[in-house]
Nanobody, 114 residues
Framework: QVQLVESGGGLVQAGGSLRLSCAASGRIISPNIMGWYRQPPGKQRSLVATITTGSNTNYANSVKGRFTISRDNSKNTVNLQMNNLKPEDAAVYYC????????WGQGTQVTVSS
């Protein structure tokens, strides 16, 4: 089992920045993929960004150039720096971990006011 604990969500004005963090614990296996997905109200959960143990990254087109994902393998943490936030970025953000089997955090709310 793997447990994921997120932090860093909140309310920000459009154009502002937030940093999300996620710490994984439990049966951590390398290599793995960690990342973030988001789910706006009434919509499906979708990819925001992922990063492999080797630091290969993948971003949704809608966040490229604004969001940066990073990780610390020694601490089993993943961060998401979100800059120039837009109202359409508002969602519950979920931390993700996978080595084939996927695990999810409980989610953290990001609200962007226009």
């Amino acid at each position: 089992q793997v447990q994921l604990v997120e932090s860093g969500g909140g309310l920000v004005q459009a154009g502002g920045s937030l940093r999300l963090s996620c710490a994984a614990s439990g049966r951590i296996i390398s290599p793995n993929i960690m990342g973030w997905y988001r789910q706006p109200p009434g919509k499906q959960r979708s990819l925001v960004a992922t990063i492999t143990t080797g630091s290969n990254t993948n971003y949704a087109n809608s966040v490229k150039g604004r969001f940066t994902i990073s990780r610390d393998n020694s601490k089993n943490t993943v961060n998401l720096q979100m800059n120039n936030l837009k109202p359409e970025d508002a969602a519950v953000y979920y931390c993700y971990y996978s080595t084939g089997q996927a695990y999810w955090g409980q989610g953290t709310q990001v609200t962007v006011s226009s």
